[in-house]
């Protein structure tokens, strides 16, 4: 049995030295990158038949010189880094890993709306910081504290993720709405009620973003949608940044068209240090971590060898490419 040759490009965002690569190493020669720059991509993989990458870009002219290429693995859900109509035409097998962290990104999504709600930082260096010792009343709170519950969570995208936050936002007595053309005209969700985007962003007292990055989506919130949302609402992204356009939304946080944001995931990552929101009213960054914890690492670490074993017995799973014939 010939052993093939599998390369991960880009191995550290997955494994930072907490997971082990032995699965892959029962499978074939394994040479794992903690990053590959585009001008290595490649010399990196110019000998492999299994590719892995997690953000390292595979396009078409790329797939193209690799004709010992026979499968590309992406170590997450979102494949857009590979160009997988030319993987199909070549013969190259790409596959994702689907929902492997819905409860880690529905578990940040409210670690952001909670953070917005009672500002818990903020409050916690205060006191560290000597003001409760200082105070004359047992109590104090230097920034407006909100509940959740009977406020309407609107949900941008209703697929796994979505509807993990729905179940949240549920059992903290909110009332949820929810978009999305796909998933809700198949299934029917008790306590949600389906509404357009005008009625989502302009009854939502937190809109939630869930939707994968397309041509629709890319740019969507914008400032004319933004406009209709409530002045007190405010705005979560763990999806993808390119949804959002930077310089509308932090202009809506500074003019207090919204009350604030709470973002993991940005436009351009890492972001330039120039990049308008990171001086934005009241918004709360994270470095797109949402899919990060050790669980939800196990679980596509775990995910992406059962793929490529999948793939050496000839039945793939998790297919994301069509094969042209």
């Known amino acids: 049995m010939t052993i093939m040759k599998i390369v991960v490009l880009d191995g550290y965002a997955l494994n930072p030295g907490d997971l082990s690569w032995d699965g892959f190493k029962n499978l ?22 299994i590719i892995l990458t997690n953000k390292t870009l595979l396009d078409s002219d790329m797939l193209k010189s690799l004709p010992k ?26 596959t994702n890993i689907p929902s492997y962290s819905t409860d880690s990104v529905a578990q940040l999504t409210f670690a952001l709306i909670l953070e917005l709600c009672h500002h818990v930082q903020k409050h916690s260096d205060s006191v560290f910081d000597g003001k409760w010792s200082d105070s004359v009343d047992f109590t104090y709170h230097d920034y407006p504290l909100i509940e959740l519950a009977s406020k309407t969570l609107g949900i941008i995208g209703f697929g796994n993720i979505g509807k993990k936050v729905s179940e949240i936002a549920l059992a903290f007595g909110m009332r949820v709405i929810a978009s999305d053309k796909t998933h809700l005209g198949k299934h029917k969700h008790t306590g949600i009620a389906r509404a357009g985007m005008y009625e989502l962003l302009s009854d939502s007292d937190i809109v939630s973003i869930h939707c994968p990055l397309t ?43 919204i009350a604030g944001a709470g973002l993991d995931v940005l436009s351009v990552e890492p972001p330039p240090h120039d990049n308008p929101l990171l001086k934005a009213r009241n918004c709360i960054i994270t470095p797109h971590i949402a899919w990060a914890t050790l669980e939800s690492r196990k679980r596509l670490m775990d995910m992406a060898v059962r793929n490529v074993r999948a793939f050496l017995s000839g039945k793939p799973v998790n297919v994301v490419s069509q094969i042209v014939h």
């Open 28 to 49: 074939g020669e394994l040479t794992v990158y903690d990053r590959t720059p585009t001008s290595q991509i490649f010399e990196r993989s110019a000998e492999a038949e």
């Open 215 to 257: 041509s629709e989506t890319a740019g969507m919130i914008n400032m004319n949608n933004i406009r209709l949302m409530k002045k007190t609402a405010f705005l979560i992204n763990t999806s993808r940044g390119q949804i959002i356009v930077d310089k509308d939304l932090t202009k809506a946080l500074n003019e207090g068209i």
């Open 69 to 94: 290429l026979k499968y590309a693995g992406v170590l997450a859900t979102g494949y857009n880094v590979i160009d997988t109509e030319a993987a199909g035409r070549l013969g190259i097998t790409v």
